[in-house]
């Protein structure tokens, strides 16, 4: 395996942080509207920590009864129901909570857990008392369809809830739409079509108006599915229910096609489109192949972080170039990629280069003098590097005519993202749905859910709101037939999620301490673009 063309890879700045000794968390609504809170009591209300023995930190989510603590509880509808009744400790004990890390050494503090997710024996919510809401926000994803169609049939089915719409169009659809009525009947064959039957957009969040429909409409849980952007928004809309004081649990499902999201296993749809991604792989290798110096060139989704393009790479194993956002390049001189792809043609006859849309994005932005344009929700619109790369390329073997080329460049990123989950996703979403909505009914608010080492947990908004996670720079070596020199890849490692992307948010507290100051708090690590 060798090195080419790779500029040296950024290190991520060192978090500092510091104990608070807090001692109200969490105070009441009242509290709250009342006396100007500190600095440090205004993080607190953010964040739920709970210390334990040797090092042990439970990440809380929130609870309707820290600022309505007179709630009645009731039996959860479920031990009822024929399907689970029979099934022994169906109910998740309350105490349990999931790990964040699980590679630990024999001297290791316990580290942080998150609540895991599951039915409760009581719950908050009367059947006949829900009014539930769904939302889809931000880009299209495999599962969408599923997720929505899981948390109206286990709303029904499971909790008796009769009262379920869906509001249209993302978050302005609020303030700007009549609701969907959904029934079981009515979503019961959206889980095989692409898309979202709820439509989705960018921009367009308004909390105060959010927040007035769910209080008009007697909303009592809010289901929000979205990536970081959407869940930023979910969190302050949490914070203004809260504030009012309303008894509402606002629930986020994370979503990106990206699977950037920090500390959870993987995200809905990340599955499907590596699946995808294959056949336009096959499609780009048979046409190089078939030419002279064939060169296929595939551009895939990965905004901030190259794991489609990585995962693809390494399923497909036609792939002879993998370049991603993590990993800067260049494309002349020694080392460069032209020098890589001359070398390659030489020696095989065709290659076939794969490219995460958010790859060299600096690098192409210098040679075209780019200003920066956003789209409505604020994210940074990414120039085309497909397009450039082959451009390039094509440039610069024209310079050269006694080795002719031919390259196919192959954009399918919108025909991944548009299409329906595999089977994979498929219960991979009716799991993350049903998840949900227990918390919901449990009374929990304010969070996401999401597996954490093959546990479903509920985890606060302020993780799964960023920062994004990114493949650790180094190499991997493939073992390919052939020898290293058939095979080489710009970046590849290990997912190194739990720790050193900012996934390693938990502090290190002693036993009832709540800590980190706002101004101490990890900056997301390059985003910055829209922080609310
Ligand atoms: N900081 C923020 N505060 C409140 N709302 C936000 C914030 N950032 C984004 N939003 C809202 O969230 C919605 C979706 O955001 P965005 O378009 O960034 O997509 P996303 O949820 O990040 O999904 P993806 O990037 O995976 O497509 C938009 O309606 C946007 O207005
Ligand atoms: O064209 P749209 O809808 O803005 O979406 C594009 C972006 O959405 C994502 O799929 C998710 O963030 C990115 O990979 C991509 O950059
Ligand atoms: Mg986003």
Not at 104 to 117: D, E, I, L, P
Not at 395 to 417: C, G, S, V
Request: hydrophobic share 35%; charged share 20%.
């Amino acid at each position: 395996m060798e090195a080419v063309g790779v500029a040296p890879a950024p290190v991520a700045a060192a978090v500092k942080k510091k104990l608070l000794d807090l001692k109200d968390p969490f105070p009441t609504a009242a509290a709250e509207n009342g006396a100007k809170a500190s600095p440090a009591g205004k993080w607190a209300m953010k964040k739920k920590l709970v210390g334990g023995d040797a090092g042990y930190v439970l990440e809380d989510v929130p609870h309707l009864t820290d600022y309505l603590p007179e709630l009645p509880t009731f039996p959860n509808p479920l031990q009822d129901n024929p399907a689970y009744s029979v099934v022994k400790q169906y109910f998740v004990n309350p105490d349990d909570t999931v790990t964040q890390k699980i590679v630990v050494h024999k001297t290791s503090a316990r580290g942080t857990h998150f609540r895991r997710a599951g039915p409760r024996q009581r719950v908050y919510f009367q059947s006949d008392e829900v009014n539930a809401a769904i939302v889809t926000c931000g880009g299209l994803c495999p599962g969408l369809n599923t997720v929505v169609r899981e948390l109206v049939c286990g709303l029904y089915d499971m909790y008796g809830v009769t009262s379920v719409v869906g509001i249209e169009g993302g978050y302005k659809g609020f303030y700007s739409k009549n609701t969907i009525p959904l029934t079981p009947k009515s979503v019961n064959d959206i889980h095989k079509r692409g898309g979202t039957i709820l439509g989705t957009s960018r921009g367009g969040h308004d909390t105060a108006k959010i927040v007035d429909c769910l209080q008009d409409r007697g909303i009592n849980q809010v289901y929000i599915i979205g990536g970081d952007g959407t869940q930023k928004g979910a969190s302050v809309i949490y914070e203004e229910v809260r504030r009012r004081g309303l008894k509402c649990s606002v629930v986020g499902v994370p979503k990106t096609i990206d699977n950037d999201i920090a500390v959870i296993d993987k995200s809905f749809g990340f599955d499907t489109a590596v699946e995808e991604a294959q056949r336009a792989i096959n499609a780009a290798h048979v046409e190089a192949e078939s030419a002279e110096n064939g060169i296929g060139v595939v551009k895939l989704m990965g905004r901030n972080s190259g794991f489609i393009a990585m995962y693809a790479t390494l399923a497909s194993r036609d792939v002879d170039c993998c370049l991603i956002p993590e990993s800067p390049f260049y494309l002349e001189g020694k080392g460069g990629l032209l020098e890589f792809i001359e070398r390659r043609l030489k020696d095989n006859g065709h290659m076939v280069i794969v490219v995460a849309e958010g790859a060299g994005q600096d690098l192409i932005a210098k040679s075209m003098n780019f200003v920066d344009t956003q789209d409505a929700s604020g994210n940074k619109l990414l120039l085309d590097v497909g397009l450039w790369l082959s451009q390039k390329i094509k440039d610069h073997f024209k310079k050269k005519p006694n080795f002719p080329i031919t390259l196919k460049y192959i954009d399918p990123t919108y025909m991944i993202r548009a299409v329906k989950s595999n089977a994979s996703d498929n219960v991979y979403c009716t799991l993350l749905a049903h998840s949900a909505l227990h918390g919901a009914m449990a009374g929990y608010t304010g969070f996401t859910v999401a597996p954490v080492n093959g546990r479903h947990a509920y985890i606060p908004f302020y993780v799964s709101r960023g920062p994004y996670v990114q493949i650790e720079p180094g190499y991997c070596n493939t073992n390919c037939p052939g020898g290293s020199e058939t095979w080489t890849i710009f970046v590849f490692a290990e997912d190194h999620r739990e720790a050193e992307q900012g996934g390693d948010h938990g502090p290190d507290v002693g036993e009832g301490a709540v800590l980190d100051e706002p101004a101490l708090l990890p900056e997301p690590r390059g985003r910055g673009e829209h922080e609310a």
